[in-house]
């Protein structure tokens, strides 16, 4: 971000040590003034920059506050100016997605233990918080746990269930599922939920081997 600070001098003397004052953004430039002294009726402009931060994303804006000062003749104390604030809008795109995978691929009988992995990404820029994953589609599941419940812009995490085949999947010939990922944005109530992903695991039958005698 490039700040510009118009400093008129609106007095009937000339003010030296002028100078602009931004101490409420950590991280701002130091203010460059063209000159030092302003005549009476003068302006000039006074520049700095700064760059934002990923927690400024997270705020949804940048704002801050500035006043200039300089010293009248024969005086030792600087005359000061009303405040001035700009604030700078933050573009808000929150997303999320999940890749469910599982191993093994295939089972042969029941009571074969399944273990899922969900591959979450914070794919927008700001960061969410409440992540967890929801897959409801299968009975018998265990709990998915997850690292953490927190993920900053474009980190992942992977969480992970278990769950134990039975007669009736075998009956069936496959366990298939679905899950989505959600993730609250600062400053939302609602979260953002990312596309369902799938995975099925196939039944395959043993061979019958004939006896002979």
Do not use: M
Not at 32 to 39: F, T
């Amino acid at each position: 971000l490039h700040y510009s600070f118009l400093v008129t001098n609106t007095g009937n003397v000339t003010l030296t040590s002028v100078a602009v004052n931004d101490t409420g953004l950590p991280g701002l430039s130091a203010i460059s003034c063209p000159d030092s002294s302003l005549a009476a009726g003068g302006s000039e402009t006074c520049t700095a920059t700064y760059t934002t931060t990923a927690a400024d994303v997270d705020a949804g804006s940048v704002s801050n506050t500035a006043t200039a000062q300089g010293t009248p003749p024969g005086s030792t104390t600087p005359v000061v100016s009303a405040p001035s604030t700009a604030t700078v809008p933050a573009v808000q795109a929150p997303g999320i997605s999940v890749v469910k995978s599982a191993s093994p691929l295939v089972f042969s009988q029941s009571g074969t233990r399944i273990g899922y992995s969900f591959l979450v990404t914070n794919t927008g820029n700001v960061t969410l918080t409440s992540v967890t994953v929801s897959d409801t589609g299968l009975p018998g599941l265990s709990p998915i746990t997850c690292p953490d419940s927190v993920l900053a812009p474009g980190a992942s995490e992977t969480c992970t269930a278990t769950y134990t085949t039975t007669a009736a999947d075998v009956r069936t010939g496959r366990v298939t599922n679905t899950a989505t990922a959600q993730g609250s944005p600062p400053g939302r109530a609602v979260a953002v939920t990312s596309r369902p992903s799938t995975v099925t695991v196939i039944f395959v039958g043993r061979p019958v081997v004939p006896v002979t005698g």
